[in-house]
């Protein structure tokens, strides 16, 4: 029989909990979050010269809830050789325990006999990729972040939309495509000592490109509520020629078969190099960018809030829609500020864009260097390092409304809550 903590949700504790113990098992704790699971499993280690091997032999029954299931909860029971099991009560926390890498993941009415199996004494299975683990219906969205020359943003946008999409339950993979020199991978904190995304290419030429390269090629942003997958760009510019439009476009269709969500970064640049060569079968500097631009769903074309950006991005966005014609695109601008742009900064931008480009703004993202910096300074996403940035907040809004669209028949919350002050206005009247 086996050492219990249990971290479940009181109905779950209660359907479950009497007969474990008539089984013979022994509870040793009750708790509600994962830290106080941790606590439990050291103070078992510490108590006498057995303590270590108890410890290692408890199983840790926890629910699927994103408070109480964590990537310190699951790494502690790695280190600790403890076996965790998870009950999963609707497909969010199960995309959750899927992106935090589990392997026994049951349903909350598992019942007794599910539970014990999954509690046989034997080695603790090493955590898994979510690609391999979260069941697949069809090929995944591909979104593509482009703007024009100057820095516009491109790579806040993307690294955010990813984690916003991946706090949602989604397994996202994020691509940096940029030729021109890769931003993510400094972004984020991670090593570069390879190009993912290359590595992905030359697999992907060879019919080489598998799930398992896949997850060993591909680095992981670990947070505890939003991880996703990053194929890493080019250090040096000049690995372009490895980036060919047929590479590019393998390797994009490839990993939406594996993710609900593959989210590109790609270069500024939408000159067809074909027309200044001779060679009609030499690299082209731009075929990747133009590779992503054409197999994605969706298209965000972000530009700064600034007289020089915005010139930029209403002649960009006439580029792009020829370049790409047919794609659904949404303009973002990044950094909408008065000092830049005047008195009513939102509307000033709003209105330049109706009136020189008929363009209807996706998304007007303020300026937040604070919370900007603070992310580039701890190699963290917005959400992690800086969650109450309005910046933040406009990349939520903006992949809840564009790319996660409400169901039909459903009313978001702030819809129901404004209908009901409506109807108890007209009531009181």
Known sequence: MSGIVLCLEPRVEDRILGELIDRGHEILARVQSAREVLAVCDEAASSGTSG????????IIV???????????VAGCDERGMRLIVLAGSEFERRHAAELGLFDVLDVSADCDEIEAAMVPGEVPARVDAQSTA????????????????????????INVAAELAAHGHSVVLIDAD????????????????????AACRLSSGGGFSRAEFERVAQRYVS?????????????????????????????????????????????????????SSDLFAPRR?????????????????????????????????????AVPGVRTSVVVNRVRSSAVGIGPFGQVA????????IRAGALLPDDGPGCDAALLLGRTLRDAAPKSPVRAGIRTLVETV????????????????????????AAA
């Open 63 to 73: 629910g699927g809830a994103t408070s109480r299931l964590t990537d310190a909860l």
């Open 179 to 198: 030729c021109y020199g890769g931003a993510v991978c400094p972004a984020l904190g991670l090593l570069d000592e390879a190009p993912g995304f290359a």
């Open 286 to 322: 731009n075929a990747a960018t133009l590779a992503a631009l054409r197999a994605a769903d969706r298209v965000f074309a972000v530009g700064l809030a600034d007289p020089v950006g915005l010139s930029r991005l209403l002649r960009g966005y006439v580029e792009l829609v020829d």
């Open 403 to 426: 790319l996660l669209p409400e169901p039909a028949g459903e009313q978001a919350p702030s819809s129901r809550r404004r209908r009901r002050r409506r109807s108890a206005r007209t």
């Open 52 to 59: 270590a091997a108890r410890a290692a032999g408890l199983a």
């Open 224 to 276: 505890p509520r939003a991880a996703f997958r990053v194929l890493t760009g080019l250090g040096r510019a000049s690995r372009w020629p490895e980036l060919t439009a047929e590479r590019v476009a393998a390797t994009i269709t490839a990993c939406a078969l594996w993710c609900d969500f593959v989210v590109i970064d790609t270069g500024f640049c939408l000159e067809s190099d074909e027309e200044i």
């Open 351 to 358: 209105a330049t864009l109706e009136r020189f480009g008929s």
């Open 135 to 158: 069941p697949r219906s069809g090929p995944g969205a591909i979104v593509a972040v482009w703007g024009p020359a100057g820095a516009p943003g491109r790579t806040t946008i993307a």
